[in-house]
């Protein structure tokens, strides 16, 4: 009996995992993880550089940690496990609830968060985010209230400065008959977290994005959109697991720039709203993995009247040819989250509207205008959509070859904030 059961105990863990390793190599392989935000890992392939360089074993390694067999089972476990031992769980149901703050760690750098080009392989990267999440590399923890997460801000009149500087310097290299359209973008903090639970924790992003606006060339037209945000406060503007907003709230950002912009916009009556039938959890879940916020998934909203007809294209770097993609990805491609609108942050896109009218605009962005851009589309003939964090030509240039005559600069405040936000502007123009 003793001699059997020291057999088994040798043979049981070699069995385990010889299983673990077969389950891993031939069950089905998910390409995207919801619950981190980002795509899966791929087999790579082998070649004599790849092996001799250990970029090779290096791609295994992450492969067969991505895709190890019941790996989300395992997680979920885990962060169960964390939250009974180590957290303080929210009352979901408990309104004055004082709340949490969750530490989150910074993840290894990306060649594309260092301002390197682009992966070859963009869309099977294990480092670039669905849901991208690098506005939320300022903060030091995400506050989860009521079962909603929330980011402090902490910008300055230094840092506001700084962002205004970048885009002045842009606008001095552009033709005087350009119009220039700046719109910062707040965050759900400042609408939907009571004052009394983080006073003193959050600056005022309101008192923040007036300061970046009196500090702009008066040649840039700016448009405010804080307090048409506060008049609809009770509606569903921003995601209650992600940090974006929502397309609700983009909309009535809509609203107000079309009288900067000079264009009649289409009313919400005729907007056709559309929920996506499955919830999700978004990029502040990701980050915390914070039960209450399992318990509170959000939905997508998205209206399409105003592209009926459009095409969209997009590129990776400037020797490809454009390749086709969508305006909004109904059919998960990216997740069923915020990657729902425009898809992935592309370096590059380009969207050709059915109207005909020379209006050629040009939007520098973060991923908080991605839900905003569609409703654009039946009012500029072409919409070039870039990113500032992937971009990969001059401004000057660009405007020039692409005959655009209108650009408008889009942040979130907390992305204005940042010194790598202002820094890559910079770049854009040397």
């Given at each position: 009996?003793?001699?059997?059961?020291?057999?088994?105990?040798?043979?049981?863990?070699?069995?385990l995992?010889?299983?673990?390793?077969?389950?891993?190599?031939f069950?089905?392989?998910?390409?995207?993880?919801?619950?981190e935000?980002?795509?899966l890992?791929?087999?790579?392939e082998?070649?004599?550089?790849?092996?001799m360089?250990?970029?090779f074993s290096?791609?295994?390694?992450?492969?067969?940690s991505?895709?190890?067999?019941?790996r989300?089972s395992?997680i979920?476990l885990?962060?169960?496990?964390?939250?009974l031992?180590?957290?303080k769980?929210?009352?979901p149901?408990?309104p004055?609830?004082?709340?949490?703050?969750?530490?989150?760690?910074?993840t290894?750098?990306?060649k594309?968060?260092?301002?390197?080009?682009?992966p070859?392989d963009v869309?099977?990267?294990?480092?670039l985010l669905?849901?991208?999440?690098?506005?939320?590399?300022?903060t030091?923890?995400i506050?989860?209230?009521?079962?909603?997460a929330y980011?402090?801000f902490?910008?300055?009149?230094?840092?506001?400065?700084r962002?205004?500087?970048?885009?002045?310097?842009i606008?001095?290299?552009l033709?005087d008959s350009?119009?220039?359209y700046?719109?910062?973008?707040?965050?759900?903090?400042?609408?939907?977290l009571?004052?009394?639970k983080?006073?003193g924790k959050?600056?005022?992003?309101e008192?923040n994005?007036?300061?970046v606006?009196s500090?702009?060339s008066?040649?840039?037209?700016?448009?405010?959109?804080?307090?048409?945000?506060?008049?609809h406060?009770?509606?569903?503007l921003?995601?209650?697991t992600d940090?974006?907003?929502?397309a609700?709230g983009?909309?009535?950002?809509?609203l107000e720039?079309?009288?900067?912009?000079?264009?009649?916009?289409t009313?919400?009556?005729e907007?056709k709203?559309t929920?996506?039938?499955?919830?999700?959890?978004?990029?502040?879940?990701?980050?915390?993995?914070?039960?209450?916020?399992k318990?509170?998934?959000d939905?997508i909203?998205y209206?399409d009247k105003n592209?009926?007809?459009?095409?969209?294209?997009?590129?990776m770097?400037?020797?490809?040819?454009?390749?086709?993609?969508?305006i909004v990805n109904?059919?998960g491609?990216?997740g069923?989250g915020?990657?729902?609108?425009?898809g992935?942050?592309?370096?590059i896109?380009?969207?050709?509207?059915?109207?005909k009218?020379g209006?050629?605009?040009?939007v520098?962005?973060?991923?908080?205008a991605?839900?905003?851009i569609?409703?654009?589309?039946?009012?500029?003939?072409?919409?070039?959509v870039?990113d500032?964090r992937?971009?990969p030509y001059?401004?000057t240039?660009?405007v020039?070859?692409?005959?655009?005559?209108?650009?408008?600069?889009?942040?979130?405040?907390?992305?204005a904030n940042?010194?790598?936000?202002?820094?890559?502007l910079?770049?854009?123009?040397?």
């Amino acid at each position: 009996m003793k001699n059997k059961l020291i057999i088994f105990n040798v043979i049981a863990p070699f069995v385990l995992i010889i299983g673990i390793m077969l389950g891993t190599f031939f069950s089905n392989k998910e390409s995207i993880s919801e619950l981190e935000k980002r795509k899966l890992a791929i087999l790579p392939e082998l070649t004599l550089n790849n092996w001799m360089s250990g970029i090779f074993s290096s791609s295994v390694e992450d492969y067969l940690s991505d895709h190890v067999i019941c790996r989300n089972s395992f997680i979920t476990l885990s962060d169960n496990c964390k939250e009974l031992y180590n957290f303080k769980l929210i009352s979901p149901v408990n309104p004055e609830s004082d709340g949490v703050l969750v530490k989150i760690k910074t993840t290894r750098k990306s060649k594309m968060n260092e301002g390197m080009q682009p992966p070859k392989d963009v869309p099977n990267s294990r480092a670039l985010l669905l849901d991208t999440n690098q506005e939320l590399v300022s903060t030091e923890g995400i506050y989860i209230y009521d079962s909603c997460a929330y980011q402090f801000f902490g910008g300055s009149k230094n840092s506001a400065s700084r962002y205004a500087k970048s885009i002045n310097t842009i606008i001095s290299s552009l033709s005087d008959s350009i119009r220039v359209y700046a719109l910062l973008v707040p965050s759900s903090t400042e609408f939907f977290l009571p004052k009394d639970k983080y006073k003193g924790k959050s600056k005022s992003e309101e008192a923040n994005i007036n300061y970046v606006y009196s500090k702009l060339s008066p040649k840039i037209r700016t448009t405010n959109i804080y307090n048409r945000l506060a008049s609809h406060n009770r509606e569903y503007l921003y995601f209650k697991t992600d940090h974006h907003w929502t397309a609700r709230g983009a909309y009535y950002a809509y609203l107000e720039f079309s009288g900067t912009a000079g264009f009649v916009p289409t009313p919400l009556s005729e907007m056709k709203p559309t929920f996506m039938k499955s919830s999700f959890l978004g990029s502040l879940y990701a980050l915390t993995r914070h039960l209450s916020l399992k318990g509170n998934p959000d939905r997508i909203e998205y209206f399409d009247k105003n592209f009926n007809g459009a095409k969209a294209y997009f590129k990776m770097k400037p020797s490809e040819n454009w390749k086709k993609t969508q305006i909004v990805n109904k059919k998960g491609e990216y997740g069923i989250g915020y990657g729902v609108f425009l898809g992935i942050d592309y370096p590059i896109m380009k969207i050709e509207g059915s109207v005909k009218n020379g209006r050629n605009l040009m939007v520098i962005k973060d991923s908080y205008a991605n839900a905003f851009i569609p409703f654009l589309v039946a009012h500029f003939e072409k919409i070039f959509v870039a990113d500032i964090r992937y971009f990969p030509y001059k401004i000057t240039s660009f405007v020039k070859d692409n005959r655009v005559n209108e650009v408008l600069i889009m942040n979130h405040v907390v992305t204005a904030n940042s010194p790598f936000s202002s820094n890559k502007l910079i770049k854009l123009i040397k």
